[in-house]
Structure formats: C-alpha cells, structure tokens
C-alpha cells in the first residue's frame, strides 16, 4: 500500500513538472521577438525545404505553416501531459476533462497575451483555436493511449464471440 502511494504521488509531481515545462517552453516561444522567431522558423523551413526538395517537384515550404504545426504541436504536448495530471489525481478523468480544457484555453489565451509585449508580434483568435485544437489533440491522443488495452481487449471479445455465434448455427 504505502509503494503505491509513493508511486502516486511520484506521477501527481511528475505530471505537474511536465505541464510546468510545456508551459514554460510555449512562453518562451511567445517572448521572443519577431527576428528571434522568423530565425526559428526560418531554420525549420529550410531543413523541412530540403527534404520537401528530395521527395517532391515544385512543393514550397511555407513559414506560416511550420509556425501553425510548431504551435499545434506543443500545445498537442501540454494537453497530453495535462491529461496526464488530471488523471493522476482523480479516476475519473473523463468526467472531470473540462479542468484540462480550461487550462489549455488559459495558456493559449495568455501565449498571445504575450505576443503583445514582444517586439514586432501580434496576438491573433486564430492562433488560440490552433492552440487548443491541438490540445484537445493530445488530450484525445492520451484518452486513446490509455484505453489502447482495453479496445484491443473488447474487439478480441467481439471477434471470438462472433466466431463462437458462427460455430454453434
């Protein structure tokens, strides 16, 4: 008993520390200027172009699309390890998601808050709804991690079922 403890408060931490760690790592995106983050995604183009070059004819990387995935992406990574956290504090994640929701939508609210104070960049609503659609990405992605054994366990059910049905007629 007082090892599964210890475990679940290990995870309860665990689980804080890696939403902490997002949220850092999408701030500090969010505060730097508009130079600093062109050169990020400048870079990311041209790596993205080259292999784009390899495989494909006449196909154009676009900036503006490596910034909206780059966005979609870390916050898929926030909503997962808030998810995480939710479940690690209650058996009933599902039924008590609408936490994680809410704090996915503060973050992708106070990111573009951010964006204001730092030099040559703008908030945009657009932005927020890429922000939590991709939480709610990761979020389903986690839901559907977690649940991988037992779906595969009642479609084995089913499948044996069905079979037995087919024998016995």
């Known amino acids: ?15 804080i520390v890696l939403c902490v760690l997002c949220v850092a790592f999408i701030f500090s995106n969010s505060l730097d200027d508009a130079a600093r983050s062109s050169d990020k995604s400048g870079a990311v183009v041209a790596i993205l172009q080259g292999i784009a070059d390899v495989f494909f004819d006449d196909v154009t990387v676009s900036e503006n699309i490596v910034r909206t995935v780059a966005h979609f992406a870390e916050f898929a990574l926030l909503g997962f390890c808030l998810i995480f956290a939710v479940k690690t504090f209650t058996q009933r994640y599902i039924q008590n998601i609408f936490v994680a929701f809410f704090t996915a939508l503060a973050v992708a609210v106070v990111d573009e808050i951010l964006q204001l104070f730092s030099d040559g960049r703008a908030a945009d609503v657009i932005d927020v709804v890429v922000d939590f659609s991709g939480a709610v990405a990761g979020m389903v992605f986690f839901v559907f991690v977690v649940n991988l054994p037992n779906i595969i366990k009642n479609i084995k059910a089913v499948c044996r079922r069905r079979k037995d049905n087919g ?3």
């Open 1 to 15: 008993m007082r090892n599964k403890l210890q475990r679940l408060k290990f995870q309860r931490i665990f689980s």
């Open 167 to 169: 024998k016995q007629k």
